[in-house]
């Protein structure tokens, strides 16, 4: 297929379609407008669902119940947006509901502004919600990979029956840039995958035969039901950490002098710093995290070079990806953070200049 | 030997975990009763809420979702969009469909969302040991209105079946009330209807129960009942607010 030029927000729309999701239910936020105008468009002409919900709570719980039917559902939203919604994924999370959520990151905290920003980090690895959980967090940075990371999404929620959460940010909602999509599942694919989940699901018994009594549930009112509960989803988590941790290398070598982590919008920049620096005769490595979670701790520890004197982390927020990084780092080489906020986007120079002092 | 009376289909046999006298079980039951009448065992599912039928999905046996607080008709809608085969209803509370829920109700009624929504009112929160509801009645002691519940501060009880009959989408809307024998079977009606109607894919149907609450209203439940026909049924009316079936808009 073709390039075609376009919106982050529309691309990201358009790839969950062709994954097969055929029910969508979000409340408009800037800067995500688009996806959710895009799904309002284009789901009747696949016989799909879009529906505009009357909160972002609605919205999850509405995910809620239709990923508890077992098909493939999608919903979207910025910061604020997100923040509503995390009763509803902590829910999701416990009762291990298959499911996709995109948060195009804003400015915050409270209203903020709806310029990009990095600052929910936290919210999306740590927690958000309630209770000992955790979300497969997808971290792109380009339309590109933001679209291809809609059909991965919705693989890894299957697998593992859990929520997925695609991180990016207002720059990558916004920006046009050439796109490639995956084909487009057929009617029988789509048909099949929307009752893979039937042994557990909400679904018909098939030969109006009585047969099952499914319960989509996260109350274990017996402590000691709930512990196993939870220590069963760890043990899926221990799994997720085993088999999916996505990582990006970025002119690391044994010549680097400083290593730098960065991820989504603001990792676009350092790559720009370092290909700088790299006609200056300055050699700096980058490690982009794609999966936020699970973490490439271990592939960090791995990339500090030997000449390596310093780890650099960029984020456009206060720091909060720079804890994880200290983590990998273990004080093997000092780690030192650079991020700008409000919505405002650091530049390459900004960068080239913080990095080149570590000559 | 002849079965005259048996437990339906529709029941699972884990025992209520209901208060004596409590009339929760009745309502289970003409549902339960109401779904095997019309068939609909193998494409019923249904949403429990938070309260104290959290533990309904334990008692259906057919596929059930447990919700948050408030959010039933949210997840209907997502299950129901999902599946639209398959037939789905909420069962909740007061404080869960009149207090928290309140915008997810009113949407799904406005949507005509084809479900149905059984409501049970018995003017009191009582999983969490009888605090004030919003359909707590004027003067109405509870653990957190002790000196009665005072309608210049906090405002009269909210009547959810007048208010849902003001929107235009809804199909059929019905209080009644758990009271008496006579009053079940005319309940029987309702559920039987909102669940036809249902089955039919007329769209969205409400039934409120006019419920009591002898643990943590402190009366015994003969009393209760009284109590509730003194007190609640002249400020909750019960009667068809809407059923489109039948001509009454």
């Known amino acids: 297929m073709a390039k075609v030029l376009m919106k982050g927000n529309e691309a990201v729309a358009e790839a969950a379609i062709r994954a097969g999701c055929r029910l969508y239910f979000a409340y408009p936020i800037t800067p995500q407008s688009e996806l959710i105008e895009y799904m309002a468009k284009m789901m009747p002409t696949v016989n799909g669902c879009f529906l505009q919900a009357e909160s972002e709570v609605a919205a999850i719980n509405m995910v809620y119940g239709a990923g508890g039917a077992g098909k493939r559902v999608m919903t979207s939203s910025s910061s604020p947006g997100i923040s509503l919604k995390q009763e509803g994924i902590s829910y999701c999370a416990g009762a291990e509901i298959p499911c996709v959520i995109v948060n195009v990151q804003r400015g915050g905290p409270g209203l903020g502004d709806i310029q990009p920003g990095q600052a929910d980090y936290f919210q999306a690895v740590k927690g958000g919600g309630h209770g000992d959980y955790q979300l497969i967090v997808l971290a792109p940075s380009s339309v590109q990979e933001f679209a291809d990371m809609a059909s991965d999404a919705f693989d890894l929620a299957d697998k593992y029956r859990n929520p997925v959460l695609i991180l990016a940010d207002g720059m990558l909602g916004q920006m046009m840039e050439p796109v490639e999509f995956k084909p487009k599942k057929t009617d029988e694919e789509i048909a099949i995958l929307g009752e893979q989940h039937n042994s557990w699901c909400i679904c018909p018994n098939q030969d109006g035969d009585k047969k099952h009594h499914h319960e989509i549930n996260s109350l274990e009112i017996d402590p000691l039901v709930l512990e196993k509960h939870v220590i069963k989803l760890y043990e899926k988590y221990a799994i997720v950490e085993k088999n999916e941790i996505r990582y990006e290398e970025y002119n690391v070598s044994d010549d680097n002098e400083v290593l730098c982590v960065s991820f989504g919008t603001a990792s676009r920049i350092v790559k720009s710093a370092i290909d700088e620096l790299k006609g200056k005769g300055k050699s700096v490595g980058l490690i982009r995290p794609i999966t936020l979670w699970p973490y490439p701790y271990e592939q960090i520890k791995a990339a500090i070079g030997p000449k390596v004197k310093k780890v650099y982390v960029f984020e456009l927020n206060m720091g909060q990806m720079v804890d994880d990084v200290k983590i990998a780092v273990n004080g093997k080489v000092p780690v030192d953070f650079f991020g700008k906020v409000g919505g405002i986007v650091f530049t390459p120079a900004e960068v080239e200049e913080k990095l080149e002092k570590c000559f | ?249």
């Open chain 2, 1 to 249: 030997m002849e079965v005259i009376a048996k437990r339906p289909e529709s029941l699972t046999k884990t025992p209520f975990t209901y208060c004596p006298g409590c009339l929760h079980g009745v309502a289970h039951r003409l549902i339960a009763e109401t779904i095997d009448e019309l068939g609909l065992v193998n494409s019923m599912a249904g949403v429990a809420p938070v309260g104290c039928s959290v533990f309904a999905y334990k008692f259906f046996n057919f596929d059930m979702a447990q919700a948050a607080h408030g959010r039933a008709p949210a997840v209907a809608t997502g299950m129901k969009r999902a599946r639209p085969d398959m037939h789905v209803f909420t069962y909740q509370g007061d404080g869960d469909l009149a207090a928290i829920g309140t915008a997810e109700i009113i949407h799904s009624a406005n949507r005509g969302e084809h479900i149905s929504v059984f409501f049970v009112n018995n003017a009191i929160y009582g999983m969490t040991g009888g605090q004030m509801a919003p359909t707590t009645l004027p003067e109405m002691k509870t653990s957190t209105s002790p000196y009665g519940r005072k309608v210049d501060d906090i405002g009269y009880p909210i009547r959810a079946a007048e208010l849902l009959a003001t929107l235009v989408a809804p199909y059929y809307i019905e209080r009644v009330s758990l009271l008496s024998p006579a009053e079940i079977i005319k309940a029987k009606k309702a559920v039987l209807k909102a669940l036809t109607y249902n089955k039919e894919g007329r769209g969205f149907t409400f039934v409120e129960f006019i419920s009591t609450c002898p643990t943590n209203w402190g009366i015994d439940p003969v009393k209760s009942k009284e109590w509730a026909r003194e007190n609640m049924l002249p400020f909750f009316k019960p009667g068809c607010y809407r059923d489109k079936g039948e001509g009454v808009e």
